[in-house]
């Protein structure tokens, strides 16, 4: 069975200072992992997707995340936050031979204090 | 290109009806997938459509059930409603394929069981 853990509910960052949202998962195979934001009152968007080569990955809104498959981690992050960047961010994981489930974490609140 | 749209967007439903959400992927994606999200449980998978085809089935009773048409339109239907399915019903699609699993998620339908 897959899973995901994101093992911190809640993140408060500084403006400007960088963050990191931590991500681990668990498949029986090489993983596609996901990394999606919804923000209040606002459906849930796409970020930013690891499919195969470079471990390093860029998305939207200056957000990146590397992928570790030795630590079997996919943390997001940013250099510099914003207060707008404040949401909730769900990491999720979709297993090469089991096409079409996707498994999210619990998701983790990012806060931005200006 | 026009986003995932949902309808009705607010349900309440008495205990032991039906409901039946209706979901409308973006142009050209093939591939739908239905999750139940409440504060508690988070992000749940319930199913998965492509090519008219369930292809992935997540845990939830046989009250829940789905389809998806030829246009790639999906339907979901519960019964026999309890308290307990009231949540934000979401619907995703995607391109289906290795290259296009990200999923684009529509703005849910939220259930009320009283």
């Known amino acids: 069975a897959q899973s995901v853990a994101q093992p911190e509910d809640q993140v408060n960052v500084a403006e400007g200072n960088p963050l990191t949202v931590k991500c681990t998962y668990s498949?029986?195979?090489?993983?596609?992992l996901f990394w999606y934001v919804q923000y209040p009152n606002r459906g849930l968007q796409f970020l930013l997707k690891?499919?195969?080569?470079?471990?390093l990955v860029k998305g939207s809104y200056g957000f990146e995340a590397e992928f570790n498959k030795s630590q079997t981690s996919f943390h997001l992050k940013k250099p510099s936050a914003l207060v707008s960047d404040s949401a909730l961010y769900f990491c999720a994981v979709r297993d090469r031979t089991n096409a079409g489930k996707s498994t999210f974490g619990d998701g983790t609140t990012l806060t931005v204090k200006p | 290109k026009a986003g995932v749209t949902q309808t009705p967007r607010y349900l309440i439903k008495t205990r032991g009806q039906q409901v039946t959400l209706s979901c409308s992927p973006i142009?050209?994606?093939?591939?739908v997938s239905w999750y139940q999200q409440t504060p508690g449980q988070g992000l749940q998978f319930l199913f998965e459509?492509?090519?008219?085809?369930?292809?992935n089935k997540g845990n939830f009773p046989g009250r829940f059930s789905g389809r998806q048409f030829s246009n790639s339109r999906s339907e979901m239907n519960v019964s026999t409603l309890e308290l307990g399915d009231s949540a934000l019903y979401l619907c995703a699609s995607s391109g289906g394929t290795a290259s296009s699993y990200e999923q684009y998620f529509g703005p849910g339908t939220r259930l009320t069981v009283t």
């Open positions: 142009s050209g994606h093939r591939s």
């Open positions: 498949v029986s195979g090489n993983p596609y």
């Open positions: 459509y492509f090519s008219e085809t369930q292809r």
């Open positions: 690891y499919i195969t080569g470079d471990n």
